[in-house]
């Protein structure tokens, strides 16, 4: 018997995509992983062109016949573009929907943070009255389960008035094997492009002041000066909201992901030290590669993971040690295949089946 499962593409419409989009392309590729010929995906966006490319994406697309900014708005109250025939409606984010397809189909909707709270200078006023709004509409409608990305949320929708029984936790994953990471000679030539050669450190995301870029900067800069083996501060990764001074560091921009992968695997240390986060991909990217990892307290993905130096975000000292600690840890065959597998079980694959299981 065949199983509808439709699927929100609304953020791939949207001028940064940023994390929800990685999310939600790691979910269709996990759940298309399965082979289950019992799963049909149809994925449901608005009008006009995505900011990435779907084409790679194997679901079925329907158009809801709304641009972004208006669906976002109706999909609190109604359903367009939902199809009649889902057995599951999931909503990736807050936007919604949050009912439509058959009578009695599962609905459900993902919640990945509480940053509209937690770092308010990263949101616009209008922005952080949606996403309260939305947060209590979700609250009120107790026939939608919750989808918690992030570890540490379920805790604080309890305390918001949520039924425990509504919440589901879920992993994020690293869509890795399918694609071959450059060879060093090619990542070499790319940064001896923009002026680097030999060692560098790596920070990779968007480049906005949530991510805590200038105490980086200011840190790394610090730590260089006694241990010239951390190279320059390359950032990879698209401008996101609002200005960050990035001084004297090399900014790469957008990448494809074969050579993100290189880089990855090449840096000497990879940093990431947000002052707030939802989940954090790139540290298990990193780690995913067997590379050396530094990143704040407040990065959920790795904040208790031990092969992780983890600093104080708000203190530029700390940074400066964590990277100096993360240089002088082994970087040997056997210690990388132990960064390897302490995220064995972050796949897309899993997070897949994490998804199948709440929607039973």
Request: glycine share 10%; no cysteine; charged share 25%.
């Amino acid at each position: 018997m065949t199983r509808d499962v439709s699927i929100t593409l609304d953020q791939f419409y949207r001028p940064q995509p940023g994390g929800i989009a990685t999310y939600v392309r790691g979910l269709v590729r996990g759940l298309s992983s399965l082979h289950d010929e019992s799963l049909r995906l149809i994925g449901i966006g608005p009008t006009g062109s995505p900011q990435q490319s779907l084409e790679d994406l194997s679901l079925k697309r329907v158009s809801a016949m709304l641009p972004v900014e208006v669906l976002t708005r109706v999909w609190a109250y109604s359903t367009p573009g939902v199809p009649g025939s889902s057995d599951v409606v999931h909503a990736t984010s807050l936007a919604g929907p949050y009912r439509g397809g058959k009578v009695g189909a599962v609905h459900s909707l993902a919640v990945h943070d509480l940053l509209w709270r937690d770092e308010p200078s990263a949101s616009t006023p209008r922005g952080i009255r949606f996403h309260e709004k939305r947060l209590q509409l979700l609250r009120r409608r107790g026939d939608v389960r919750v989808i918690l990305t992030a570890p540490g949320l379920l805790d604080r929708l309890v305390s918001e008035g949520f039924a425990p029984e509504r919440l589901h936790q879920v992993r994020l994953g690293v869509d890795d094997d399918d694609v071959e990471p450059e060879r060093e000679g090619q990542v070499g030539a790319r940064l001896r492009e923009h002026g680097v050669s030999g060692p560098f450190t790596l920070y990779v995301g968007t480049r906005e002041p949530r991510k805590n870029l200038e105490r980086l900067v200011a840190a790394h800069a610090r730590a260089r000066v006694r241990h010239e083996e951390l190279g320059p501060l390359v950032l990879v990764g698209p401008s996101g909201w609002g200005s960050v001074e990035s001084a004297d560091a090399v900014v790469l921009g957008t990448l494809e992901r074969a050579t993100l992968k290189g880089l990855y695997r090449d840096a000497s240390v990879v940093a990431y030290v947000p002052r707030a986060e939802g989940f954090g991909l790139p540290p298990v990217e990193a780690l995913h590669q067997g590379t050396r990892v530094v990143a704040s307290v407040t990065t959920p993905s790795v904040a208790n993971n031990p092969e992780v130096i983890t600093v104080d975000p708000l203190d530029v000292a700390a940074i400066e040690e964590g990277l100096v600690a993360a240089l002088s840890l082994s970087n040997d065959v056997a210690t990388r295949a132990r960064r390897r597998d302490s995220v064995a079980d972050l796949t897309w694959r899993n997070v897949a089946l994490d998804h199948l299981a709440s929607w039973r």
